[in-house]
T-cell receptor
Framework: GESVGLHLPTLSVQEGDNSIINCAYS??????FIWYKQESGKGPQFIID?????DKRQGQRVTVLLNKTVKHLSLQIAATQPGDSAVYFC???????????????FGKGTLLTVNP | DGGITQSPKYLFRKEGQNVTLSCEQN?????MYWYRQDPGQGLRLIYY???????QKGDIAEGYSVSREKKESFPLTVTSAQKNPTAFYLC????????????????FGAGSRLTVL
């Protein structure tokens, strides 16, 4: 069935390094993708999104890359800081049935730990 | 400030009891959602509502019920029929349900952690 998954469940990096979090998806009909950050005991927070007609989008210290050929999504965090420690989820915007409504399907998440 | 408020933050329930989790938003969003999160798992959709007085089952609706009598409110009842209710429950909202960049970006509440004793 359709699914969104992650290659690495955990990632540990040193403060100041760049982090790359990966995500695989299987629904080629999805029209855009979102990355969320979830800190311990809190709800997920929006980081950045990208439409399926784009390959790259940059935000503040974050870049999302989309490779539709291999159905792969990645989140790059530059100069990772301790405050970046969290679980990161990718989400895929999927159409519901044959109508015009959509829902988000989330991957399992990657735990990013930043060591000082 | 606009946002989503979930209550209670922590809830303990005895087996066989129904419990209701509250979710209120003041973002003027049409669509609201309930997700369940288990350790090491992604978010799984329980129910969603596109408009007042209408809601649809998500992927794991069995043992849950919802209502949408007001635009701002989308309470979730975890019934005794839910076999494994211990989990972290997240409520979310979006401008509307339709797809396209921005339209379905979810704003989440802080969550409610339910533990069955």
């Amino acid at each position: 069935g359709e699914s969104v998954g992650l290659h690495l469940p955990t990632l540990s990096v040193q403060e100041g390094d760049n982090s790359i979090i990966n995500c695989a998806y299987s629904n080629s009909a999805s029209d855009y993708f979102i990355w969320y950050k979830q800190e311990s005991g809190k709800g997920p927070q929006f980081i950045i999104d990208i439409r399926s007609n784009m390959d790259k989008r940059q935000g503040q210290r974050v870049t999302v890359l989309l490779n539709k050929t291999v159905k792969h999504l990645s989140l790059q965090i530059a100069a990772t800081q301790p405050g970046d420690s969290a679980v990161y989820f990718c989400a895929e915007n999927q159409r519901l049935g044959g109508g015009s409504n959509y829902k988000l399907t989330f991957g399992k998440g990657t735990l990013l730990t930043v060591n000082p | 400030d606009g946002g989503i408020t979930q209550s209670p933050k922590y809830l303990f329930r005895k087996e066989g009891q129904n419990v209701t989790l509250s979710c209120e938003q003041n973002l003027n969003h049409d669509a609201m959602y309930w997700y369940r999160q288990d350790p090491g798992q992604g978010l799984r959709l329980i129910y969603y509502s596109q408009i007042v007085n209408d809601f649809q089952k998500g992927d794991i609706a069995e043992g849950y019920s919802v209502s949408r009598e007001k635009k701002e409110s989308f309470p979730l009842t975890v019934t005794s029929a839910q076999k494994n209710p211990t989990a972290f429950y997240l409520c979310a909202s979006s401008i509307y349900l339709a797809g396209g960049r921005g339209a379905n970006v979810l704003t989440f509440g802080a969550g409610s952690r339910l533990t069955v004793l």
